[in-house]
């Protein structure tokens, strides 16, 4: 984590935290036990946060119980800082990354 990331607005804090807070829900949903990255970083007038992680090979049994609103939100929580989000999945990793004004 960058040490610029600590001069946000608590605001902005607040939804870098949410960000975090619900990649890591969703890992420990659909990957438990696999290894999640997350870097916050300055990246000239904007704060990047990238949250990846590898997913497990499929195995028969229930999926996580899940609404399914929670990439929904943590999007318009960032849209409605002047940011945006994507999600991307392939085969093997699952990977969110979220920009934001540092303003």
């Known amino acids: ?11 902005r804090q607040a ?4 960000v975090v807070q619900e990649c890591l829900t969703n890992a420990a949903k659909h990957a438990h036990g696999e290894t999640i990255d997350v870097s916050i970083a300055a990246d000239g007038p904007r704060l990047r946060i990238a949250v990846s992680n590898a997913l497990p090979a499929r195995t028969p049994g229930r999926a996580p119980v899940s609404a399914g609103s929670g990439t929904a939100s943590m999007s318009e929580r960032v849209r409605s800082l002047g940011g945006t989000l994507t999600a991307t999945r392939t085969d093997d ?6 920009t934001l004004p540092r303003g």
């Open 93 to 98: 990793t699952y990977e969110v990354v979220a």
């Open 15 to 18: 939804a870098v935290y949410r």
């Open 1 to 11: 984590m960058d040490d610029d990331a600590h001069e946000l607005s608590p605001l």
